[in-house]
């Protein structure tokens, strides 16, 4: 299998062949990436919505009128959910929506994301993230020159002062540590680029990169 290169200054290289790489096959880990999408998104929920019962609102709990001969609806207190200023009916209380996955689901679910990214052409290789100097402009025009103005994925298990410096200001570019990076956020990046030093170690962990035993 074949992925993209690109020098440190952002110019395309030839396509080089990377030993050891194999995709999964088309529908495999789809159900692990459903559940691991869900779950992720799951936990990123607060859930700390509460709203008061009429147990928990403020008011006197005598009857406001008398049973009969008003002409109105009988009512029994002012913190009724009919009245205002009354109890929620079923409103949220606070609860926890984490979801837990194992180990197994999650490589799973990286292993089918990833297989889709590079037979989409969607992750490309750069020889190292650097600069040469802090500066957001430099940067910005290298990066855009691959990415184009859109959302773009950096990963790798450096990053050199000079470049997160002048990077961190860019809108479109989200940078991330290899060992951090989750099917998640793969998933929701078209574009992205990955340092020579750090795509072995993210084939490794998606399971796609089989060494060779002698």
Request: aromatic share 8%.
């Amino acid at each position: 299998m074949k992925l993209k290169f690109y020098s440190k200054d952002w110019n395309a290289l030839p396509e080089k062949t990377v030993d050891g790489l194999t995709l999964l096959d088309e529908g495999k880990g789809v159900v692990a990436l459903r559940q691991y999408i869900v779950a992720f998104s799951a936990n990123l929920r607060q859930g700390n919505a509460c709203t008061k019962d009429r147990g928990d609102v403020s008011g006197t709990g005598k009857k406001p009128y008398r049973q009969k001969g008003t002409g109105m609806a009988r009512q029994g207190s002012k913190r009724s959910p009919i009245w205002a200023g009354g109890g929620v009916v079923f409103g949220p209380k606070p609860r926890d929506f984490s979801q837990k996955l194992n180990k197994k689901v999650k490589n799973v679910a990286l292993a089918r994301v990833m297989s889709d990214k590079i037979s989409g052409g969607g992750i490309s290789v750069i020889s190292e993230f650097d600069v040469s100097e802090p500066k957001t402009k430099e940067a910005a025009k290298l990066i855009n020159s691959v990415a184009g103005g859109k959302d773009i994925l950096l990963i790798s298990d450096t990053f050199s002062g000079r470049f997160a410096l002048a990077s961190r200001n860019i809108s479109n570019v989200y940078m991330i540590d290899v060992n951090s990076v989750n099917a998640y956020d793969i998933i929701h990046f078209k574009s992205i680029m990955v340092s020579e030093s750090a795509i072995d170690s993210l084939l490794r962990r998606s399971g796609l990169l089989v060494e060779e035993t002698k």
